[in-house]
């Protein structure tokens, strides 16, 4: 596939620097070709501008006399983003429902929808149009899902989830599994039934091998616009706003909430029953064991405020040598009060 730089100036709303070309793909600035388009966010890479063969460069207008070509953008990596939109090619080619597929006859799929061989629709099901759903993917009794969903292998939504339209959930994710609800009792550990169910906003992007668990009672929800990564738990009853990010290896405990525009960097772990505010962000490995505010930036074991945080992770590797410094000043300090008791 080939585009004009000017159509695709126009389409991303740039200015075109330089001479008109055809342009094949996207690459990095190190490895692109002569044919392909480039983009420079980061002050870091900016000695690459005067080796790169790229035909073309998203940049700031700044940098775009550095380069034969520019696309000149105020946000390149945005820019560049929705460039590589347009060179994209979606997973996987058919069209249709396969003779394969299993839909259940009161369930509802429908048109333009697109059913891999074996994959599961079952009763009282309902899928929107252009939805396209995988092989090996399982929709449980009662579930609902929106118009111009990708559902790719091995996604398994159990009985009554819903999901929102223009959602994309990735390989082997799981929702609306038994949520981790058990009793110590004296005759053993009781099993307390799930009985709620998980409820997906629309414009939601859940990574592969993602958990989230249906609720008690009630509903397990992910908001509008949320991004989820790979390897993610998301407890029982766990409620999650709009637009947030959350990266890999995280996992909520049940009965949190969490606000809109949340971020939570990797291998964060979050108490139950926990309130978290709107636009908190929290640094990666933080254990967060009580509520944090609105607006906050947090880290660490268990989480302070940035401030404490980074004056933290600068003292850290001056410790050993503190730790020697202060058993010498103990040793010092004992001499002088054997002298003294003399």
């Given at each position: 596939?080939?585009?004009?730089?000017?159509?695709?100036?126009?389409?991303l709303?740039?200015?075109?620097?330089?001479?008109?070309?055809?342009?094949?793909?996207v690459n990095?600035?190190?490895?692109?070709?002569?044919?392909?388009?480039?983009?420079?966010?980061?002050p870091k890479?900016v000695?690459?501008?005067?080796?790169t063969?790229?035909?073309?460069v998203?940049?700031?207008?700044e940098?775009?006399?550095?380069?034969k070509?520019?696309?000149?953008s105020?946000?390149?990596?945005?820019?560049f983003?929705r460039?590589?939109?347009l060179f994209?090619?979606?997973?996987?080619?058919?069209?249709?429902?396969?003779a394969?597929?299993?839909?259940?006859p009161?369930?509802?799929?429908a048109?333009?929808c697109?059913v891999?061989p074996?994959?599961?629709?079952?009763?009282?099901?309902?899928v929107g149009?252009?939805?396209?759903?995988?092989?090996?993917c399982?929709?449980?009794?009662?579930?609902?899902v929106?118009?111009?969903?990708i559902?790719?292998?091995?996604?398994?939504?159990m009985?009554?989830?819903?999901m929102?339209d223009?959602c994309?959930?990735?390989?082997?994710?799981?929702?609306?599994?038994?949520?981790?609800?058990?009793?110590?009792?004296?005759?053993?550990?009781?099993?307390?039934?799930?009985?709620?169910?998980v409820?997906?906003?629309?414009?939601v992007e859940i990574?592969?091998?993602?958990?989230?668990d249906?609720?008690?009672?009630g509903?397990?929800?992910v908001g509008?616009?949320?991004?989820?990564?790979n390897?993610?738990?998301?407890?029982?009853?766990?409620?999650?706003?709009?637009?947030?990010?959350?990266?890999?290896?995280?996992?909520?405990?049940?009965?949190?909430?969490?606000?809109n525009?949340?971020?939570m960097?990797?291998?964060?772990?979050?108490?139950?029953?926990?309130?978290?505010?709107?636009g908190?962000t929290?640094?990666?490995?933080s254990?967060?064991a009580k509520d944090?505010?609105?607006g906050?930036?947090?880290?660490?074991?268990?989480?302070?405020?940035?401030?404490?945080?980074?004056?933290?992770?600068t003292i850290?590797?001056?410790?050993?040598?503190?730790?020697k410094?202060?058993?010498?000043l103990?040793?010092?300090l004992?001499?002088?009060?054997?002298?003294?008791e003399?």
């Open positions: 596939m080939t585009r004009r730089l000017s159509d695709i100036a126009s389409e709303g740039l200015e075109l620097r330089g001479e008109d070309m055809d342009v094949s793909s990095t600035l190190e490895n692109a070709g002569p044919d392909e388009v480039s983009f420079l966010a980061n890479y000695p690459q501008l005067a080796t063969a790229a035909g073309a998203i940049c700031s207008a940098f775009a006399g550095e380069v070509r520019a696309l000149v105020e946000n390149p990596y945005l820019d983003g460039c590589v939109s994209a090619k979606p997973q996987g080619g058919m069209k249709g429902i396969h394969m597929a299993f839909i259940d009161d369930a509802k799929v048109e333009g697109t891999y074996f994959a599961f629709v079952g009763p009282r099901a309902e149009a252009d939805t396209v759903i995988f092989p090996g399982y929709i449980g009794e009662d579930c609902r929106g118009s111009g969903c559902l790719y292998p091995n996604a398994v939504l009985a009554g989830t819903v929102g223009d994309i959930v990735h390989a082997g994710v799981v929702l609306g599994a038994d949520g981790f609800g058990f009793a110590p009792t004296p005759y053993g550990i009781q099993k307390i039934p799930q009985i709620g169910t409820t997906i906003g629309s414009d990574g592969a091998n993602t958990a989230i249906r609720a008690v009672l509903t397990t929800s509008d616009s949320t991004k989820i990564d390897l993610v738990q998301i407890g029982h009853n766990v409620q999650i706003g709009d637009q947030c990010l959350i990266v890999s290896q995280v996992g909520i405990s049940g009965s949190t909430k969490v606000g525009n949340v971020t960097a990797g291998q964060v772990g979050v108490a139950g029953h926990l309130t978290i505010g709107d908190v929290i640094g990666p490995k254990g967060v944090i505010a609105p906050l930036t947090v880290g660490g074991q268990p989480v302070v405020d940035k401030g404490t945080y980074i004056r933290t992770l850290m590797p001056k410790l050993p040598d503190m730790y410094r202060l058993m010498r103990e040793k010092e004992a001499e002088l009060k054997n002298e003294a003399k």
